[in-house]
């Protein structure tokens, strides 16, 4: 079975410091993301990564880093949360189908709630 | 910029009935679009994948359609049940550029 795990599912943590979610998956996929989801804002795409060291910004990366420096896990990185970073963050993968960067069928994680105090 | 929208917001139905959740999208150039499930508290869990070239796909109780010309995918789950209870999105992918809809949130009642 296809499988994405996403190493914290609670988190609480202190205006100002460094966070780091983690998000490992175990189909050799070469795409990999980050999304944050928000009640009426819905699901955005923070960053993606679609081969090992490779990483493009998606619809709001202020804030937030990445680093994908094995292909199977990508790490979201809060240089010092805010909390306006107060969300449900969620990872996902998908394998590349070839003929041009897309998405493919995407498989998520079961989140990371995170709360900034 | 590609637009997804699910309506309605919120759909309760008494259990066994058969329902249509609705999909539609701007931009028909899609590489393909998928349905998901979302329990509460929880990441997505995908149903359906639909390819551009293709019209439907079925998966047990669920069967996704795909017009691309009008812009919509819908998405019919037969005699439902209690345990259908989630909010159900729908995402079009541009190739590139994946947009998700808001979500229609699904309640069976027994």
């Known amino acids: 079975d296809v499988k994405v795990t996403q190493s914290s599912r609670y988190l609480v943590k202190r205006t100002g410091e460094k966070v780091f979610l983690e998000c490992v998956q175990d189909m050799d996929h070469e795409n990999m993301f980050w999304y944050r989801q928000d009640p009426g804002l819905g699901l955005r795409l923070i960053y993606f990564?679609?081969?090992?060291?490779?990483?493009e910004k998606g619809d709001i990366p202020e804030g937030y880093s990445v680093s994908r420096e094995k292909k199977e896990r990508f790490s979201l990185i809060l240089e010092s949360a805010s909390t306006n970073q107060t969300s449900m963050y969620l990872c996902a993968s998908s394998l590349y189908s070839g003929g041009g960067w897309n998405t493919g069928e995407l498989f998520f994680g079961e989140g990371s709630r995170l709360t900034v105090l | 910029k590609q637009e997804v929208t699910q309506i309605p917001a919120a759909l309760s139905v008494p259990e066994g009935e058969n329902l249509v959740l609705n999909c539609s999208f701007t931009?028909?150039?899609?590489?393909?679009l998928q349905w998901f499930r979302q329990d509460p508290g929880k990441g997505l869990t995908s149903l359906l994948l639909?390819?551009?070239?293709?019209r439907e796909q079925t998966s047990g109780r669920l069967n996704a359609s795909l017009d691309k010309s009008s812009g919509r995918s819908t998405l019919y789950i037969a005699a439902s049940q209690p345990g259908d209870s989630a909010t159900y999105l729908c995402a079009a992918d541009n190739n590139n550029d994946m947009r998700f809809g808001a979500g229609t949130r699904l309640t069976v009642k027994p």
């Open positions: 990564s679609y081969d090992v060291k490779m990483k």
């Open positions: 639909i390819q551009s070239s293709q």
């Open positions: 931009d028909s150039a899609i590489y393909n």
